[in-house]
């Protein structure tokens, strides 16, 4: 009984901080590259962001530029997964704050969602050799 109680604690520990870090990003869509353009540049950029936004963006532009440098796209079918999109926009060299995001569709979908994280965290969660 004790046990089932703490593993019921547990869940619902876990549910709660889950949602709170859920609502820790925020959410912007648009349905244009220039929508996208603006609300990117104008994001915090020491925070979560999640950008939904049309697929063509990627293959219609190869960055966006901000104050602080161009963030530049990168798209990818990666063998070992056919019939998906990986997305990434990688961040400015020498940025002080800047996105680092990634991004996965199928083929053939019109729109994508893009987390962004932080680039200093995104570094420090899982570095590049």
């Known amino acids: 009984m004790l046990r089932s109680i703490l593993l019921a604690g547990g869940i619902a520990f876990a549910m709660v901080h889950a949602a709170e870090a859920a609502s820790a990003s925020v959410v912007s869509q648009a349905a244009s590259y220039a929508e996208f353009k603006e609300q990117f540049c104008a994001a915090d950029h020491a925070a979560e962001h999640i950008f939904v936004l049309p697929v063509t963006v990627f293959s219609e532009e190869k960055g966006v530029s901000c104050e ?46 893009i987390n962004c994280l932080p680039a200093d965290m995104e570094s420090a969660m899982h570095p590049k050799n």
């Not at 796209?73 to 019939?83: K, Y």
């Not at 998906?84 to 961040?91: C, E, F, S, T, Y």
């Not at 020498?94 to 199928?106: H, L, P, S």
């Open 68 to 113: 602080n440098g161009e963030s530049m796209f990168r798209t990818a079918e990666p063998a070992e997964d056919p019939g998906h999109l990986v997305i990434n926009i990688d961040p400015p060299s020498g940025a002080e704050t800047a996105f680092d995001c990634d991004g996965k569709a199928d083929e053939g979908m019109a729109i994508v969602a």
